[in-house]
């Protein structure tokens, strides 16, 4: 073989070996999406703004560090529909702004917001995450427990005290996005 047809083997050669590293790579991606779309089995529930997108990644609902928002296009939030991502049993009780169920600051939440309704005391949750009730009342994770509680506690604010109390304890199943 002359020169020039060595360099055509060579070229050849060359171009064959990025055809099968770039179609390996391909390969690659499509079983990383394949077990990506298997992890995140999403649960369409509602429609709603994008203020209120808050999921929890690969449903592990205390895993505050790997937070990652997902949509109708698995890489880009670019749709309004959000996914439920795991059902937890909870057991809900409820407290008012007193210095004896709070610290001396009564009215400002862990997260540093001022309590309002809606609001709610979990201990694993990152601040910001949204529950919903069985009843369809949504609550926003802002405050923090006594450290002693675990992580299936969730302490619902009140604005009164006999509101609280009346509420008692409560065992039900919450909806974490």
């Keep these: 073989m002359n020169r020039k047809q060595k360099d055509i083997v060579f070229i050849i050669g060359q171009t064959f070996f990025i055809f099968l590293v770039m179609w390996l790579i ?14 995140y089995k999403e649960i369409p529930v509602r429609t709603i703004s994008y203020e209120r997108l808050f999921l929890k990644d690969k449903g592990k609902v205390y895993d505050p560090p790997n937070n990652i928002l997902i949509s109708d296009n698995f890489l880009l ?49 990152p601040f910001g995450t949204m529950v919903e009730t069985e009843e369809g009342e949504m609550l926003e994770v802002k405050d923090r427990m006594n450290r002693r509680y675990g992580c299936e506690y969730f302490d619902k604010w009140f ?5 609280a109390k009346e509420h008692g304890v409560k065992e039900k199943k919450l909806t974490v996005y």
């Design 26 to 39: 391909v390969q690659l991606v499509v079983a990383m999406v394949m077990f990506y779309r298997e992890v």
């Design 159 to 163: 604005s009164t005290t006999e509101e």
């Design 77 to 125: 939030p670019i749709s309004s529909v959000i996914y439920a991502k795991q059902e937890v049993n909870a057991i809900i009780t409820g407290y008012s702004s007193t210095v004896e169920q709070c610290d001396d600051t009564p009215f400002i939440t862990a997260s540093g917001d001022r309590v309002r309704d809606g609001i709610v005391a979990n201990n694993c949750l």
